[in-house]
Each structure stands twice: as C-alpha cells, then as structure tokens.
C-alpha cells in the first residue's frame, strides 16, 4: 500500500525571525541588544537532533514520535504571553517528515487532521500577534515622536508647564528663589523626558517585534537620551552645588562659632523650611546626604542649647515663684486689714498703689505677673466698692444741698420780684437795705453764671426802683417849697442818675453789639434781644427822670 506523503503549499508556513528571550536585554541607556555569546549559538543541525531526541528514539513507531511531537506543537503554541514559534516550527517540520514514514491510514487520517488544525491555529495566532505587533509599533512610534519634538520644542513647553510654588520658602534663601524656581522647572521637564524615555526602553524590551525594527527604535530612544540626561545631570549638579553654598551660608551666619545665633523658634523654622525644600529640589546624593547632616547636627545644637534654657528658666521660675509668694502675701494682708476697717479707704489705696509699683520693680514671669494682677484686682474690688458707695452718698448730699440751693435761689428771685413790685409799701430806706440784703444773700449762694444773669436783672429794675423813688421823693420835697437845701440834693441827685444812665446806655450798646454777631443759635439770640428791650425801658426811665431834675433845677434858679 502507498501513502501519499505529499502536503498542500497552502498548509506550509514560512518561518519567522521573532525576538528570542536572549534578543530582549537591553541598557538603560539605549543601547542595542549585545550579540550571543559563541558558546551559546548552537548549529541548526544540533537543534535539530535534539529535538528528534525529544521526541523519542528513531526505532519508536512513528505514530509515537509523531503524537510527542504534536503535543510538543500543542505546548508551544499554550505558552502564556507570546507562542514559542521557532519551536513549533522545527518540530513541524520532524512530524511532517514522520509522516513519510509506514503509518495506519486510521491512526495517519486522525494525527493528520492534529497536524492541520495546529498549523491552522498557529496561522491564526501569528496574524494576531503580527495585528498587536503592528499596533505597539504604531503606538511607540506616536510616543517617540512625541518625545523627540518636545525635545526640540523645549522653550514652547517649559512656557505652558505650571509655575513650581515651594512650601515652606525659607527666609534666607528668598533672595534666590527665583533661581531655584527656573532650575526646578527645567528639571522637572528633564525628569519627565527622562523617565519616558526608561519607559520606551522597557516597553520595547517586552514587545516582540523584528530585531531592525527594535534597534531602530532603541537608536532614536538613544539619541534623545543624548540630549536629556547630560543637561539633567548638569542641572541637578547645578542646584546641588547652590544648595550646598547657600545651606553651609546659613550656617556660617546663624552658627558662628557652633554657637546659634538670634531667635531659636526662627532658626528651627528656617532649618525645617531648608530640610522640606531639600526634598522638593532634585538634588544628588552628596547634596541631599551632607546638606542634612550639616541641618541635623544644627538642630542637634539648637536642642542642647534649648535645654539649658529650659535648666535656666526653671531656676527662674523658682525665683519668680518665691517673689510671688512674698507680693501675694503681702495682698493678702492688706485685704484682711480692710475687711476688718483696720485701715482706711485711703490708705488702702495707698497700699494697692505701692503693691502695683513693687510688682514692676520685682523680678516675674508673665504667669505670675498675671496671678498677681487678678489677686490685686480682687483686693481692689472691695476697696472700689466701698469708694462707690462713699461717692453715692456723696452724691446724694450733693444734691440734697443744690435742690436746697436752688430752692434758696427761687426764694431770692421771689423777694426780689416782691420788692420789685413793692407790694408791702416799703419805704425807700427799707428797699435799700431789702436790696442791700438781697445781695449779700445772692453772693452767698454760690450762683452759676445764667442764674446770676438772671438775678442782675432783677437787682437792676430793684436798684431803678429806689432810684426812681428817691427822685420822688425830692420832687416833692422841692414842689412843697423846702427848696434851699433840696437844690444841693436835686443837683447831685442829678449827677447819680446821669452817671446811671451813662452805665445804661454802655451796657445797651455791648448788647446790640453781641446781637449783630453772625453765629448765635435762636434761643442766645431771643435772650439778647430781651435783654436789649429791658435796657431799653431802663434807659428811657433815667432819661425822664434826669429830664424832670433838669426842669426843676431850672425853675429853682428862675427863682
């Protein structure tokens, strides 16, 4: 019987030249994959006995080495990740030879239809891997040409990235923070490139692609390394080297002589402030590793140097205790004596204040400068309620005495308005001692401006009364014939009331004058006009009474 040996050229793969594990290292720094070692290329020829040996020994049926080969096919193409191609297209290549060989038509028909449907699918599976091989391809060479223009476009891009804010700032580096801001910016786009560019290279390592294609891809990735990481490592030495002078700067200004210098909260806050702007800055390992140590051991001092301050201040807190104890003993006392009217309002006063002075004077800390104010302000509480209460029944007096007052000032208005009016037909001498009195009463009475404005009005129309009255007087006296002696009394009468009305008309026209000032409020101005209308009337009745003198003076000398 013969066996037809020969297979159709459609079921026949061509071989291809897939990246091996070997193919797949690479250096960080773009290079390409190095070449085998000799010791580990083995002749095709060699390849080839093996993998017939693992199949099984040429005096095995073939049915066996073909059902071993067809499960190694089968494992092959299981492989997790990518199939393991080469090898299933060698051992293809032995089953296919295995089947020249005497087989079953039975066994020949089911390990051929094996042999078909794995071949099938290792067509099928290498157009999928070649769609997601394309794929990759496609897409790392998006994001290498998208790496390589902002190379190019470095300006463009360092002019859209977002401003760097460093927090804190500290004080001392405010001078220069603009320039770590502008090589910070720079670094941080160097990094980006940087770390795109180790990405690629690891993607690249996992892809499986044509070796051409990969090293193409590898030199691209190379050239843009060239480009990156000399001017990264050329910034990150530039900010190491400024941050190393400004750190050892700081140092030599707060630390002359190891010993910190102004105030210890600023100086723990610029110190923090340097050691966080540290890890925001892209610095080496020498700049980061000694810029720390020289910061730490500056701590370290300004902890020792807390310390002792801490030692001194509690020495002085017992110092500031005991003085404390002393002033507070001391208040205490004074209040016990007051409580018990063992001294005076004032002396209390006097002691508080002597209490307050010592507590300026003595050495305190502001906790017991504070105990001490509350303990002085409890002792003044009594002392300034019982001043209160003094004040109020001062108060009470004062104006029980000027209720009394202006009731005594109502009185003297009420006599001088009666006397005014002469409703008890006094004589003249009588109203000029009533009017003599009144004045003497009115002096004693202690009046306020407006009240002794409004009584020198009345005293004025009194004082005009007797005046008037004694003009009458003489008038009749001289109209009765007892003239001789009244022409003395009716010529210096004459001389008074002339002198009276000179006053009069003074005080009229310093009235008129107010009057015509600009400024005065409504009610000023009515007052001043009232006043100006009694001056008036008082004016007009001493120049009828001067004018009756002169008539009679001159029919005494007609006579």
Same mark, same amino acid.
């Given at each position: 019987?013969?066996?037809?040996?020969?297979?159709?050229? *459609? @079921?026949?793969?061509?071989?291809?030249?897939?990246?091996?594990?070997?193919?797949?290292?690479?250096?960080?720094?773009?290079?390409?994959?190095?070449?085998?070692?000799?010791?580990?290329?083995?002749?095709?020829?060699?390849?080839?006995? *093996?993998?017939?040996?693992?199949?099984?020994?040429?005096?095995?049926?073939?049915?066996?080495?073909?059902?071993?080969?067809?499960?190694?096919? @089968?494992?092959?193409?299981?492989?997790?990740?990518?199939?393991?191609?080469?090898?299933?297209?060698?051992?293809?290549?032995?089953?296919?030879?295995?089947? %020249?060989?005497?087989?079953?038509?039975?066994?020949?028909?089911?390990?051929?239809? %094996?042999?078909?449907?794995?071949?099938?699918?290792?067509?099928?599976?290498?157009?999928?891997? *070649?769609?997601?091989?394309?794929?990759?391809?496609?897409?790392?060479?998006?994001?290498?040409?998208?790496?390589?223009?902002?190379?190019?476009?470095?300006?463009?891009?360092?002019?859209?990235?977002?401003?760097?804010?460093?927090?804190?700032?500290?004080?001392?580096?405010?001078?220069?923070?603009?320039?770590? /801001?502008?090589?910070?910016?720079?670094?941080?786009?160097?990094?980006?490139?940087?770390?795109?560019?180790?990405?690629?290279?690891?993607?690249?390592?996992?892809?499986?692609?044509?070796?051409?294609?990969?090293?193409?891809?590898?030199? !691209?990735?190379?050239?843009?390394?060239?480009?990156?990481?000399?001017?990264?490592?050329?910034?990150?030495?530039?900010?190491?080297?400024?941050?190393?002078?400004? /750190?050892?700067?700081?140092?030599?200004?707060?630390?002359?002589?190891?010993?910190?210098?102004?105030?210890?909260?600023?100086?723990?806050?610029?110190?923090?402030?340097?050691?966080?702007?540290?890890?925001?800055?892209?610095?080496?390992?020498?700049?980061?590793?000694?810029? !720390?140590?020289?910061?730490? *051991?500056?701590?370290?001092?300004?902890?020792?140097? @807390?310390?002792?301050?801490?030692?001194?201040?509690?020495?002085?807190?017992?110092?500031?205790?005991?003085?404390?104890?002393?002033? @507070?003993?001391?208040?205490?006392?004074?209040?016990?004596?007051?409580?018990?009217?063992?001294?005076?309002?004032?002396?209390?006063?006097?002691?508080?204040?002597?209490?307050?002075?010592?507590?300026?004077?003595?050495?305190?800390?502001?906790?017991?400068?504070?105990?001490?104010?509350?303990?002085?302000?409890?002792?003044?509480?009594?002392?300034?309620?019982?001043?209160?209460?003094?004040?109020?029944?001062?108060?009470?007096?004062?104006?029980?005495?000027?209720?009394?007052?202006?009731?005594? /000032?109502?009185?003297? !208005?009420?006599?001088?308005?009666?006397?005014?009016?002469?409703?008890?037909?006094?004589? /003249?001498?009588?109203?000029?001692?009533?009017?003599?009195?009144?004045?003497?009463?009115?002096?004693?009475?202690?009046?306020?401006?407006?009240?002794?404005?409004?009584?020198? !009005?009345?005293?004025?129309?009194?004082?005009?009364?007797?005046?008037?009255?004694?003009?009458?007087?003489?008038?009749?006296?001289?109209?009765?014939?007892?003239?001789?002696?009244?022409?003395?009394?009716?010529?210096?009468?004459?001389?008074?009331?002339?002198?009276?009305?000179?006053?009069?008309?003074?005080?009229?026209?310093?009235?008129?004058?107010?009057?015509?000032?600009?400024?005065?409020?409504?009610?000023?101005?009515?007052?001043?006009?009232?006043?100006?209308?009694?001056?008036?009337?008082?004016?007009?009745?001493?120049?009828?009474?001067?004018?009756?003198?002169?008539?009679?003076?001159?029919?005494?000398?007609?006579?």
């Amino acid at each position: 019987m013969s066996y037809n040996t020969n297979i159709a050229s *459609d @079921e026949i793969l061509e071989e291809e030249p897939l990246t091996t594990e070997a193919e797949k290292v690479t250096m960080e720094d773009g290079s390409p994959p190095s070449e085998l070692p000799e010791d580990n290329k083995k002749p095709k020829e060699k390849e080839t006995a *093996d993998l017939q040996l693992s199949f099984g020994e040429a005096s095995l049926p073939p049915e066996q080495r073909i059902s071993a080969a067809l499960v190694f096919m @089968e494992k092959a193409l299981a492989q997790p990740g990518s199939p393991h191609f080469k090898e299933f297209w060698e051992a293809r290549k032995l089953c296919l030879d295995y089947f %020249k060989e005497p087989i079953s038509p039975p066994v020949r028909t089911y390990l051929w239809g %094996k042999y078909c449907e794995f071949s099938k699918e290792a067509r099928r599976l290498k157009e999928i891997l *070649d769609e997601q091989t394309a794929f990759a391809v496609e897409q790392i060479e998006i994001a290498v040409k998208a790496l390589e223009d902002e190379i190019i476009n470095e300006e463009e891009v360092l002019s859209r990235a977002l401003p760097i804010h460093f927090n804190p700032v500290p004080q001392f580096l405010q001078n220069k923070l603009d320039l770590y /801001v502008n090589i910070q910016l720079r670094l941080g786009l160097y990094n980006a490139h940087a770390s795109r560019i180790n990405v690629l290279r690891k993607e690249l390592i996992k892809t499986d692609m044509r070796i051409r294609q990969k090293n193409r891809f590898f030199q !691209r990735l190379s050239l843009a390394g060239d480009k990156v990481f000399p001017i990264r490592k050329e910034l990150i030495r530039e900010s190491s080297t400024q941050f190393i002078d400004d /750190v050892d700067a700081f140092i030599a200004a707060n630390f002359p002589s190891d010993t910190p210098k102004g105030d210890l909260y600023h100086l723990r806050e610029e110190i923090k402030a340097l050691q966080s702007i540290a890890k925001q800055l892209s610095l080496n390992t020498h700049a980061f590793t000694h810029t !720390r140590k020289r910061l730490s *051991d500056c701590w370290d001092k300004l902890k020792e140097l @807390e310390k002792e301050r801490k030692k001194e201040r509690s020495q002085q807190k017992a110092v500031y205790k005991q003085h404390q104890d002393e002033i @507070e003993a001391e208040i205490k006392s004074v209040l016990e004596q007051f409580n018990s009217d063992q001294i005076t309002l004032d002396e209390a006063r006097k002691y508080c204040e002597q209490l307050n002075n010592k507590m300026r004077k003595t050495e305190l800390g502001r906790d017991e400068v504070k105990y001490l104010r509350d303990a002085l302000a409890q002792l003044r509480e009594p002392i300034e309620a019982k001043e209160k209460t003094i004040q109020q029944a001062q108060a009470q007096e004062e104006q029980q005495r000027q209720a009394q007052r202006l009731e005594k /000032v109502h009185q003297l !208005r009420q006599k001088l308005q009666d006397a005014i009016s002469n409703e008890t037909n006094q004589t /003249v001498d009588e109203l000029s001692a009533l009017s003599k009195q009144l004045v003497e009463e009115g002096d004693n009475l202690h009046l306020t401006r407006n009240e002794r404005i409004q009584l020198e !009005r009345f005293y004025r129309e009194l004082k005009d009364k007797i005046s008037f009255a004694k003009d009458q007087a003489i008038l009749s006296l001289a109209e009765e014939g007892k003239g001789g002696a009244n022409y003395a009394a009716l010529k210096a009468d004459l001389a008074i009331i002339t002198e009276h009305r000179r006053q009069i008309k003074e005080t009229l026209d310093q009235l008129k004058r107010l009057a015509g000032l600009s400024g005065l409020d409504i009610s000023k101005a009515m007052e001043l006009n009232h006043q100006i209308m009694l001056e008036k009337e008082r004016y007009d009745k001493a120049m009828l009474a001067a004018s009756d003198l002169e008539k009679k003076l001159r029919s005494y000398k007609a006579k």
